[in-house]
């Protein structure tokens, strides 16, 4: 019995982390119900209509809950994303209707045969709660792993106890509200809510039975994890966004994280943390975890490692931050990635499995990506594999506060061009856009005419960071066009009037960059614009140069960043010996804050008007008309609640 309330317990604790889903559920239900019991004046294909939203709504929140419990019950996943979700829903939802359908038609016969047995659909569908639950939980479960014939052993004494101890409890629920006479909408909501809880526990109950059955899904459990995390960046907004959207629209995955799973041999089992805030469940002994860290996000990386230490695991932190501070990321880690994780990581993997991890690993031979990583990119689904498109690593240009040149190396490393076709053409029917990667676009003249002349022909939308020297080229503007190039992003980082052209390198054409843009605008492609104030040499004056700048040239969207000299970069540096940094707390290495001593601006202010100016008007039309629409929906709502 110690063990059944044993088991029980834990399997609570799995049902209350995902409690806004069985509440979700539960709102389908009475949405349903609702439903059917409203009048729409007779006018039933309004009925029908809602009742066939709700009812495909039922499926997709029931299918993917149902998956959801069964990766967790089996130890795949240990939080809820919304691919995952996705996924399950397409997985379940065929059973879920079959079984529930098949329910239904047994009811049927049942009250047309025996028309006084005074069964209702809801106590009908209660007693047969087992049998729904074991065969989703068998049809579900058999997707995934060869399941063995069920046997005696199957039913052992634990596992009848705690499944009667659970459906009489749902069966109990039911007839006290089937019953209920209080008059209280509010208590048998609550009873209802109560029974649908024990309905998930009574499935979730099942599923751990199989699988703790199910020889696969144990060697699946015993296989050693590889944790790889990226955490969210410190702070207020930025990591509610970032969560939010990142979670639900899949807006970025690491790159990293491909690579390495391109490189880890297939005994292991990877799991992936990103766009999410962490928790304390998440952290695991006897892991490999991987964090990779760049300086805004150092000091959550830093103690995820920490946490993850506590509990006894082996903690390695890669990325461009610690690769220039390596010493200060091994206060709270065992090892460090200097560089790139290709060239670096088959030999941690293979001193993790001798138990001799070193402190320092040095990825810095500026390698070409193994076939295993275009293997994995091929192999990932769509939704992935359209985000990690990249055609070149590293840039021609050198700027003093870009870590590109330092991270990448000096030499310019193209793929074969067949191999970011095929990548292409897999991803196309699904993402007409495609978003490639690179720093760079425009690196290499031939290789980019090489490379569009044949993407032209797949008949896809793109866009890229590039340099505005492509305007330049004519031919190459033509080009871009022609094979669905929609948006630039041009770092132009100074305005055509700013000192620090004399810089040479990219800033030589910043006396033509509007004519430039303009070229661009003129082809139809919009152009994004990246400005940087706080050089050397701004002042009011750049400042004011600087709002003309984004006013007069026709950027689909400009953002302006505040100079920020980040570990590994020639202005760091400059900085350190000139004594000009102010801190080095890393959190505020976030392009919004002075964190470099300026002599001729009032830093305070500027870190307060220039998100005011650009956020504020330079906000887009469409921006300003969706705000309109939502000021005035509250506006009327307000207004017309009744006194
Ligand atoms: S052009 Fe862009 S990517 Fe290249 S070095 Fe300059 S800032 Fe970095």
Redesign the pocket.
């Known amino acids: 019995m110690k063990q059944v309330l044993k088991n029980l317990r834990s399997q609570v604790k799995l049902l209350n982390s995902l409690y806004y889903l069985v509440f979700l559920t539960f709102l389908m239900d009475l949405s349903i119900v609702g439903v059917l019991n409203i009048n729409f004046l007779n006018a039933n294909y309004i009925k029908v209509i809602f009742l066939s939203i709700l009812a495909i709504m039922k499926i997709f929140v029931y299918g993917g809950f149902y998956g959801s419990l069964v990766d967790f019950c089996s130890g795949q996943e240990i939080f809820l994303t919304f691919r995952r979700f996705k996924q399950n829903v397409k997985d379940v939802w065929g059973s879920y209707i079959i079984l529930s359908v098949f329910i239904w038609i047994l009811y049927l016969i049942l009250i047309t045969n025996i028309p006084n047995c005074g069964i209702t659909i809801l106590s009908f569908f209660s007693y047969l709660d087992i049998v729904f639950c074991l065969c989703l939980a068998y049809l579900m479960i058999g997707k995934q792993y060869p399941l063995t014939r069920i046997n005696r052993r199957f039913f052992d004494l634990e596992f009848l106890c705690s499944i009667f101890l659970l459906y009489l409890a749902k069966i109990v629920l039911v007839h006290v509200l089937e019953s209920s006479n209080m008059g209280l909408a509010i208590i048998d909501k609550m009873i209802a809510l109560m029974a649908q809880y024990f309905h998930f526990l009574l499935f979730i109950n099942i599923s751990t039975q199989f699988i703790k059955h199910c020889p696969c899904a144990i060697e699946d459990r015993q296989r050693p994890e590889i944790y790889l995390v990226s955490p969210v960046v410190s702070g207020v907004l930025e990591p509610i966004i970032n969560n939010i959207l990142g979670s639900l629209l899949g807006f970025f995955y690491p790159p990293v994280f491909l690579i390495i799973s391109a490189l880890t041999p297939k005994k292991y089992k990877i799991k992936e943390f990103y766009n999410r805030f962490w928790r304390d469940e998440y952290y695991q002994g006897n892991k490999l975890v991987v964090i990779t860290c760049y300086t805004v996000n150092a000091y959550e990386a830093y103690s995820i490692a920490k946490g993850f230490k506590e509990k006894g695991s082996k903690v390695v932190i890669g990325g461009v931050h610690v690769s220039f501070l390596p010493d200060e990321a091994l206060e709270f880690c065992d090892s460090v990635i200097i560089g790139e994780a290709v060239g670096a990581w088959e030999e941690v993997i293979h001193d993790y499995e001798k138990g001799d991890l070193k402190k320092k690993y040095y990825g810095l031979d500026y390698l070409d990506y193994p076939d295993s990583v275009q293997k994995e990119l091929m192999r990932k689904n769509e939704e992935i594999s359209s985000k990690l498109i990249e055609t070149s690593r590293g840039?021609?240009?050198?700027?003093e506060?870009?870590t590109?040149?330092m991270m990448c190396g000096t030499q310019i490393r193209k793929k074969p061009v067949k191999d970011i076709l095929s990548i292409i053409k897999k991803v196309r029917h699904k993402y007409k856009y495609i978003c490639f990667l690179d720093?760079?676009i425009f690196n290499d003249p031939n290789y980019f005419f090489e490379l569009f002349e044949s993407v032209k022909k797949l008949n896809v939308k793109w866009m890229a960071?590039c340099?505005i020297d492509i305007a330049a080229n004519e031919k190459a503007l033509a080009l871009a066009k022609e094979s669905g190039c929609k948006m630039l992003r041009f770092?132009y980082?100074i305005t055509d009037r700013s000192e620090e052209m004399k810089q040479g390198?990219?800033f030589s054409l910043a006396n033509k960059y509007s004519a430039l843009t303009k070229k661009v605008r003129e082809k139809g492609i919009a152009v994004t614009a990246f400005l940087i104030f706080g050089h050397d040499s701004d002042n009011f004056k750049s400042f004011i140069d600087l709002v003309r700048f984004a006013l007069v040239n026709p950027f689909l969207t400009r953002s302006v960043c505040i100079l920020t000299p980040y570990p590994g970069t020639r202005l760091y540096y400059r900085k350190l010996a000139e004594n000009k940094l102010r801190n080095l707390n890393w959190m505020e290495y976030n392009a919004s804050r002075f964190v470099i001593k300026h002599d001729q601006l009032n830093e305070p202010l500027y870190e307060v008007i220039i998100p005011l100016i650009f956020n504020l008007i330079f906000f887009r039309p469409l921006t300003y008309a969706f705000l309109f629409a939502v000021f005035y929906a509250l506006g009327v709502v307000i207004f017309s609640i009744p006194k």
């Open positions: 840039c021609k240009f050198d700027c506060f870009c590109n040149f720093a760079n960071s340099t770092g980082e390198g990219k």
